[in-house]
Each structure stands twice: as C-alpha cells, then as structure tokens.
C-alpha cells in the first residue's frame, strides 16, 4: 500500500529516525539523566516525528492483515497495532487504533 503511493521510502526514514532518538533517550536516562531533562533536549521536530511513529504503526498494523499482502501476518498486525496504541499521542487516535484492533480480534 505505502509502496503504491511512493511513501515506503519516506516512511522508513521517519521510523529510522525516531528509533534513533528513542534509543538516545534511552541511553541518557540510563547514564542518570532524569526524564524531564530528556524531554527537554528534544527538538521539536523530533516531537512531531514521535507522534507520527504511532500513525506509521497503525497503518503497518492494517497492511500486516490485508488478506493480499505478501507478508500477511494477523499476530504482528495485533503486535504493532498495540505498540501504536502505546505510542501514539491523542486520545482519538489511540481509541481509533482501539476500533481497529478490536475489529481484527472479533
């Protein structure tokens, strides 16, 4: 699907990049660094690149359990749909990843 609309390439970038800041916090809270002096330090664009990693989750959670994809698998669909849940900011956009997950699961 992403590839169709050109978007597999950007969207691999912007996951790349996010997994990269994330694991950067991760390596600063563990060198004693507290949380908000970690928040603090981003910039904004990193910001909206981790709200936009939850959007990415939920469409890869939709791609995972199209019957005509490649790669169909309904457990990582159930996997990244709850990591979206978990990442995303907003709460309509968690609780429509909710409604998409509950639709798979019933």
Same mark, same amino acid.
């Given at each position: 699907?992403?590839?169709?609309?050109?978007?597999? /390439?950007? %969207?691999?970038?912007?996951?790349?990049?996010?997994?990269?800041?994330?694991?950067?916090?991760?390596?600063?809270?563990?060198?004693?660094?507290?949380?908000?002096?970690?928040?603090?330090?981003?910039?904004?664009?990193? @910001?909206?690149?981790?709200? %936009?990693?939850?959007?990415?989750?939920?469409?890869?959670?939709?791609?995972?359990?199209?019957?005509?994809? /490649?790669?169909?698998?309904?457990?990582?669909? @159930?996997?990244?749909?709850?990591?979206? @849940?978990?990442?995303?900011?907003?709460?309509?956009?968690?609780?429509? @990843? %909710?409604?998409?997950?509950?639709?798979?699961?019933?």
């Amino acid at each position: 699907m992403l590839e169709e609309q050109n978007l597999l /390439a950007e %969207a691999v970038r912007v996951y790349e990049q996010v997994s990269g800041g994330i694991k950067s916090e991760v390596e600063r809270l563990c060198n004693g660094f507290t949380t908000d002096e970690v928040v603090d330090e981003d910039s904004s664009e990193v @910001i909206d690149l981790k709200r %936009a990693r939850g959007l990415i989750l939920s469409k890869l959670g939709k791609i995972y359990q199209m019957d005509n994809f /490649a790669g169909y698998d309904i457990e990582q669909s @159930i996997t990244t749909y709850k990591t979206a @849940i978990r990442v995303v900011h907003g709460v309509n956009l968690k609780q429509n @990843i %909710a409604l998409m997950l509950q639709s798979l699961l019933t």
